[in-house]
């Protein structure tokens, strides 16, 4: 079974400046796609940033320019640094990842998600 477990969430002051971090365990052959996504009160969740295995990346359009996805393969570790925070970018942050995993000794692709953190922008 794949787990992914964020790390980094965190109460901020309005301008200031957090990386999330998340680490993918478990029987792993190969990670696809990641991503974070967040979800604020009262909203629906949202794509904030993507990243393919290659390296190629996309965001919304709100934090185009302040947040930046990274991700180490060699770790299973995808990164999204965020600055210039504002309160609108409160919310519950969710990695998630397509992983070749062996399920009943066969591979197969599977979507994982985190468990989310909370990011708190005070302003």
Known sequence: QVQLVESGGGLVQAGGSLRLSCAASGI????????WHRQAPGKQRELVAAITSGGSTNYADSVKGRFTISRD??????????????????????CNAGVLTVVMSQPRWREVWGQGTLVTVSS
């Open 28 to 35: 792993i052959l190969s990670i696809g796609d990641m991503g």
């Open 73 to 94: 393969n060699a770790k299973n570790t995808v990164y999204l640094q965020m600055n210039s925070l504002n309160a609108e970018d409160t919310a519950v942050y969710y």
